[in-house]
């Protein structure tokens, strides 16, 4: 079992780490700011998001790309620090937005929600959105449960998104002209929950794909939104390693990265409770270290 060490705490709840620029770049919902930190655990503020800042990505041109959940955008920072607004999803985002993924040639796409989690709704899909690099915003694919974090693989061919409350890891084909296509499970952890009440649906499900990093042997770290752990999954479903989040915290994403890529960086929290997480700085990142480095996007 790989150790677990703290890199830094005091947070309300990170999400969407990344590796860039030899440090770590997280967003905090409810401190309402993306951070750098670096492999010392020293954390800079790099800018205010005041409406929840969420998936992180870059273009080719080295502009920052982040969500913006609660207005249900994507913002882009330009490399001069100018901030503008990059796409509006509220037509087509059926909850706050999430998480998002940027390949090398400037095509993201965006998840969301799909209903009011935090309000206790009824779950119900949502669409996965691409915006191309010119801008242009269209509906990459629907019917997703809670579509989360997603990668690329190397060769920019496909990619994989985690159905938070679906069961599964989704991965499609994508084509030269950016548009995904033969859809197809990834990873199945259970049966897809049959539609009906939340309390229902929930009893369903086995394992929370959340934030998530792909390997160079094609393996997926993935954050167990729903047992306190990450685990490593190989296509087709297998567990073939497990990491545990020390305290019995939560974990709601992870990253590979470091120098040498084979640090797994994990955002931990006690819950994802909005209302709790406001009113706490208990959000920690942990590290491990493994064996095989970081591969693809993000």
């Not at 998104?161 to 679906?166: A, L, M, R, S």
Request: net charge negative; hydrophobic share 40%; proline share 5%.
């Amino acid at each position: 079992m790989a150790d677990v060490n703290l890199l830094t705490d005091g947070g309300q709840f990170f999400e969407g780490p990344r590796w860039r620029d030899d440090r770590w770049w997280v967003s905090d919902f409810y401190r309402q700011a993306i951070y750098t930190v670096t492999v010392d655990g020293l954390v800079d503020k790099v800018l205010d998001v005041p409406h929840q800042p969420s998936g992180l990505g870059w273009l080719p041109d080295d502009s920052l790309l982040f969500v913006s959940m609660v207005d249900q955008k994507v913002m882009r920072r330009s490399p001069d620090g100018e901030v503008s607004e990059y796409a509006d999803l509220s037509d087509h985002a059926t909850g706050h937005v999430n998480d998002l993924v940027v390949a090398n040639d400037g095509n993201a796409w965006v998840g969301n929600f799909g209903f009011d989690l935090m309000e206790g709704e009824d779950l119900m899909p949502a669409k996965l959105m691409r915006i191309d690099p010119e801008g242009n915003l269209s509906v990459a694919a629907e019917d997703l449960y809670f579509p989360n974090g997603m990668v690329i693989t190397p060769d920019q061919k496909t990619l994989v998104v985690g159905e938070t409350f679906g069961n599964s890891m989704t991965a499609f084909t994508i084509a030269d002209d950016g548009e995904l296509y033969d859809r197809r499970a990834w990873a199945e952890f259970g049966s897809r929950p049959a539609a009906g009440p939340r309390a229902e649906m929930l009893k369903q499900l086995s394992i929370g794909p959340d934030g998530c990093g792909l390997d160079a042997e094609g393996q997926i770290w993935i954050a167990d939104a729903f047992n306190q752990r990450c685990i490593r999954v190989a296509e087709g479903g297998e567990i073939t390693d497990e990491i545990k989040a020390p305290d019995g915290l939560g974990v709601f994403a992870c990253m590979l990265g470091d120098t040498d890529g084979r640090t797994l960086l994990m955002c931990c929290a006690p819950d994802s409770s909005a209302k709790r997480r406001k009113q706490a700085n208990e959000a920690a990142l942990y590290t491990a270290r493994v064996s095989v480095p970081h591969a693809g996007n993000p």
